[in-house]
């Protein structure tokens, strides 16, 4: 059985334990006669598990679903952007930004928060999701996920709501991975294994850059900030790799892990596009950018000046290179047959930033 689309406000549970209680989900699709619980691999650092929930309805229709739990005081992604309520979840319940399920299907159906921990009850989208695969994606797959993008930027640019005080801001999505992100996260949580790759990484590439380039990446995220703020604003999903978005058979793009959900230049989100999506790409960076520059001028309906759209694509590829430069350095000395031609473009797009 297929769920009706999820309403742009979900349905709030009263606590997490709601979310697994059967006369609760009745709400969603009808009398449940059983639930069957599952666990499901989650990623190693994220502070997040994830179950599967396969529930009989009492007309003998099944459901498959998916429960993901946050513990906030876990997770390095609240941490590195001080998100203390669950974003995902004020995403949710927030009706000034109810625009972003007509650029985006939502795979939401309820929620709860207790102020430590977020629960969020979801669709199963296994079946839509892209392979996971170091191979492009198909154009039109692509195009699907850049238009979806661009309209959700479109929908709310330069929008009231971007003043919501727990969206994250661009200097906390700029400094979340940069250089100085594991001696950060050290000092507030002790010794973390994931940042301890981070540090390695950027070792490794502040070592192989220009000391002009390092001097750049190494500065305080805010003042990096600084310099694009006079840049127009928008909402941006913020962690935009392929693995987040789901192609739906009806044509629509659902997305979901919204945890990094910001106010600021669609620049950071195009950057963070390029640096974690290298291997999805159909063509070159350049191309890219030009694609995504002609879809959102085309939802905006106006064509977007030279110099700051040239500004917009400086500030992507700081973005992208503050965001992952670590992880190519490492791929670099590992001898990924990919990480030569793709250190090489950011270290000579970053040159010319320099």
Known sequence: MHLPPA????????????????????????????????????????????ERMHVRLRT??????????????RAWTAFRTADSSGREARLLAE????????????????????GAQVGLLMRD?????????????????????LDALATLHARHWESPALDLPWLARPGQL?????PRAAVEVASRQGPHPFFEKVAEGW??????????????????PEELSARYADLPRTLVHGDCKVANFAPLPDGRVAAFDWSCLAAGSPGLEVG??????????????EGLLARYRGLLEGRLGARLADAP???????????????LLWSKALALEAGAPWARSEWDWWAERLGRLA
């Open 7 to 50: 309403p742009f406000a979900c349905l709030r549970f009263e606590n997490l334990d709601s979310l697994t209680q059967l006369e609760e989900l009745s709400a969603l699709a009808g009398p449940v006669a059983e639930l069957r619980r599952e666990p499901m691999p989650a990623p190693g650092f994220s502070g997040s598990t994830l």
């Open 60 to 73: 003998g229709e099944n459901l498959r679903l998916v429960l993901k739990r946050v513990d906030l005081a």
């Open 95 to 114: 009706p000034a930004l109810a625009a972003v399920w007509s650029a985006f299907a939502c795979p939401y159906l309820a929620f709860a928060s207790d």
């Open 125 to 145: 989208l296994a079946d839509d999701l892209l392979p996971d695969a170091r191979t492009p994606l198909a154009y039109a797959q692509e195009g699907a996920l």
């Open 174 to 178: 700029l400094g979340m991975l940069g």
């Open 203 to 220: 070792t490794a590439a502040l070592e192989r850059l220009p000391d002009r380039i390092a001097a750049l990446l190494t500065q305080a």
């Open 272 to 285: 963070w596009y390029l640096a974690v999506n290298a291997s999805r790409l159909t063509g070159s960076k």
């Open 309 to 323: 759209w040239s500004r917009t694509e400086e500030l992507a590829i700081l973005a992208g290179a503050l965001m």
